[in-house]
């Protein structure tokens, strides 16, 4: 049950049982690897090899250098950093100056502050004129248990909207250390999503010869009864989800889709065409993420498997410990097998 | 406008410097709880919050929505320890759920939110919102005929977004002297101290060509604190008033003052114990 259904004012909760209640963690803390192995900032270390390369890359941040993994590049190029403040409005608007100078800027904050409070400032001063502005954001979906004022469920869905607009759901360490160079070599805005700390490398695992291509969806995993089509971290969760269900019998393929703007709609309905139960799974709300976009692509084309969604609900999510919410929204691995389980 | 002084401070013989002292443990003892917590801040604003809890402010503790009651706004939500500690203090929360700050189903979450516990007027978290929204309270209270003060406590981060200096403009062009904006100036923010990565200097300066009376003080000194919310509060033009108070992050923890500060204070599992018994040492009367 969460708090919007409950809509009890300041009432004491007790959703969890006491047993099980655990605490929030600190913001600076890595998304649990469970079980992988990990990479310490992708992002920060991809960015200074490839503007070893061109000097026309910069970096901005609005006071959360330290949480995006760009005090990597701050502190190997201290010359091409830019530490704009707690500003994010003008952070953006001059990575859009700079980008009009001719350098490629890479700008980090958290995914609310970037989707919420500079939207704006991006629409008209980057989209619109097609600059090559970089937006890498830390915290996407529910990565945080501080509440709706840090978790950036809606952040696919607002960008989504923006013409001209392309957009990165990274999984894993090796999605974002070769998506640095794809969004640079793209010549025009990209928002992406991070994440930052020790970052599990979980791609590899299941296809070692996988590597990130910008507006490519690719199968991670074969399987005859359930298709999953995934991005972010949930297709970390749908290949965990997948190893469970196949001892029961299930046997689930996983195509992931880090690029979820343009959609590789080629590949979706090559897929989708097959016959198997077509689930969606997104760290985003159910309202205009991948699951919404698959699902235009398939009626449009008129590809109508069975199609189920797994997202986050259409509410402001609770404060509290990430695995604790994680499993109360449905995005545990335990929470992504039971669901699909139920729809076969 | 003259206000009445709250009830709880005069007519109590608890001093403010035991309210202070007070407020600093119970943050102690909520961050020991967790292993975790913006010590740090809650330390240093401590006095700040002491002055304005048991002295300046006018609220009923069984009451926190009274209409009568001085509205005060966390627009800083990650300083959300240091509110609950005040907000137990003054009796607006219960003692015993300090146990429960951070966990799973709190009333106390790590980032303030209005819905979850009584006293917290707003939902902090992104910040920049508090001084807009004090500025449209503000003037529903005028609205409304009501002698009540809105306080704003925020912090020098906050200076940085451009929606505080739009409120500002704002608080000074509706001439909203019930407005009262508190600024915890640590010098300290996420990456590091902001007089080194966006500078509001010269600050007040900045506040009084925005049409504001100012006032800076240092945040630790209770005299000086609790003479600038007087004066605040006495200014006689119809302007909105700032004060700026200058504080240290870890006061009363003399272990933590001199450790390197950083915007979330690294505190080790057995160093939380070894704060309160130095903060004990000091205990004042
Ligand atoms: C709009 C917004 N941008 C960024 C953040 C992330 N953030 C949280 S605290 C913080 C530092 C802000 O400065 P301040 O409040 O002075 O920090 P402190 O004194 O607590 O170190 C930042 C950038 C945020 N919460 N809201
Ligand atoms: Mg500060």
Redesign the pocket.
Known sequence: MTRASMSRKYERRATIAPENRIATSAMIASLAAEGYDTEPAPFGHALVELANERPEIVGLT???AKYTDLHIFAEAMPDRFYQMG?A?QVMISAAAGLAREGFVPFAT??AV?ASR?AYDFIAMAIAEENLPVKICCALPGLTTGYGP??QATEDLAIFRGLPNMTIIDPCDAVDIRQSVRAMADHDGPVYSRLLRGKVPAVLTRYKPEYTFELGRAQVIREGKDVLVVSSGFMTMRALDAAEVLAQDGIDVAVLHSPTIKPLDTETILEQAGKGRLLVTAENHTIVGGLGEAVAAVLLRAGVTPTFCQIALPDEFLEAGALPTLHDLYGISVEKVAEQIRSWI | MMKPTSAIGPLSNVSLARRAWNIRRKALLMGEVQGQG?IG?ALGVADVLAASYFHALNYRPDDPEWEGRDRFLLS?G??AIALYAVLMEAGILPEDELETYGMDDSRMPMSGMASYTPGMEITG????HGLGIAVGMAMGLKRKNSSSFVYNLM????LG?GSTWEAAMAGAHHKLDNLICLI?F?N???DGK?TEMLSSEPLEAKWEAFGWHVQRVDGNDMEAVVAALDAARAVAESKPRAIVFDTRMCKGVPFLETREIT?FVRVEPDEWSKALAVLEEGTPA
């Open positions: 609005a006071d959360l707690m994010e904050t958290y502050f409070r004022s840090h | 913006y801040q800083i990650h300083y978290g992104s910040l920049g912090s020098d981060g906050e977004e915890d640590n300290q923010q996420a902001s915007h």
